[in-house]
């Protein structure tokens, strides 16, 4: 590679880091060809990122981006796992891969601009998608109006129940 291949590269790999502020680092040593493939088939399937690139390169490309305080991690084998929208489903996949493949470990992550320790990767793959989040949410925000509703409804149904009565 030489020195407008390598420029070209943190380039483009620096424009794509900084659009995003979330992403995972992984230690791939050991991976075997056939499993690193399944994992990017699996990765874009989701629509992720997974990106092998030298550590060199890597620090010259992160400069000035939310990605700038795992700098340290870069050492030894490491690519670059990010998603655009959905980390969830992202930490989710990659738990299920380093528990199938032990030959894949999480360096560091940093979710929402803040640098997470590879224990805590656990906890965010438990976490629901973020469809479930939103359905969740909507129930919430629909329930107080859904009461007062019924509310408000209770004195015409009451009234019409003793005018049923009165035949009676």
């Not at 796992?81 to 528990?99: G, M, N, W």
């Not at 805590?120 to 629901?128: G, K």
Request: with cysteine.
């Amino acid at each position: 590679m030489n020195k407008t291949e390598k420029q070209e590269t943190v380039e483009s790999l620096g424009e794509q880091l900084r659009a995003i502020n979330s992403a995972f680092l992984l230690d791939y040593k050991g991976l075997k060809v056939v499993d690193a493939t399944e994992l990017r088939r699996k990765i874009r399937e989701i629509q992720g990122h997974y990106v092998v690139v030298k550590n060199t390169l890597a620090l010259r490309a992160v400069k000035d981006t939310s990605l700038e305080p795992l700098g340290s991690h870069f050492q030894g084998p490491t690519a670059i796992a990010y998603h655009a929208k959905d980390v969830i489903a992202l930490a989710k996949l990659l738990s299920e891969v380093t528990k199938a493949n032990p030959h894949v470990q999480c360096k560091a992550a940093l979710i929402e601009g803040k640098v997470v320790p590879p224990s805590e990767m656990q906890t965010l793959a438990s976490l629901p998608s973020r469809e479930v989040m939103i359905g969740k949410l909507l129930f919430l925000l629909r329930a107080p109006v859904q009461r007062l509703a019924n509310v408000l409804r209770a004195p015409v149904r009451d009234l019409a129940l003793v005018l049923k009565q009165v035949p009676e």
